[in-house]
């Protein structure tokens, strides 16, 4: 049993060491090889610190913060222009408040659509990646 033992993690030792180590950059570019790579180290937690497990995280995690940021930008527009078409302090005047206020509502409402619709495909994209 023990030389049967030994065999199994020399031999392993062994197919870990014969693996070709792939840079970062190209677990970046090759969607299929990361994620394989990634649900491989997760299933085999004792390579988890393997060149090539480390890489493909570490390029998976870049990957993420970079459209996270890029969609938060988008994002922080589509705020801005729902501010900007806000009614609340600009319905002041002598006009009837309720006309004005409808004005406003109306320029908002594709732009909550847009900005739930971006949300929603955010979320989406975010989900792919992982």
Do not use: F
Not at 1 to 26: D, F, Q, R, W
Not at 63 to 92: D, I, T
Not at 115 to 121: E, I
């Amino acid at each position: 049993m023990t030389k049967h033992l030994s065999i199994l993690i020399v031999s392993l030792m062994l197919s870990a060491c014969g693996e070709a180590n792939y840079p970062k950059s190209y677990y970046k570019q090759n969607e299929v090889a990361r994620a394989e790579k990634r649900a491989w180290c997760e299933d085999n937690p004792a390579a988890a610190e393997s060149g090539n497990c480390l890489n493909a995280e570490d390029a998976y995690q870049e990957l993420y913060v970079a459209l996270r940021e890029k969609r938060n930008l988008g994002r922080q527009k589509l705020a801005r222009e729902l501010e900007a078409a806000s009614w609340v302090g600009k319905c002041l005047g002598p006009e009837d408040i309720n006309k004005c206020r409808a004005a406003y509502e109306a320029k908002a409402a594709p732009i909550r659509d847009a900005l739930k619709h971006y949300n929603a495909q955010t979320q989406l994209l975010l989900d792919v990646l992982r």
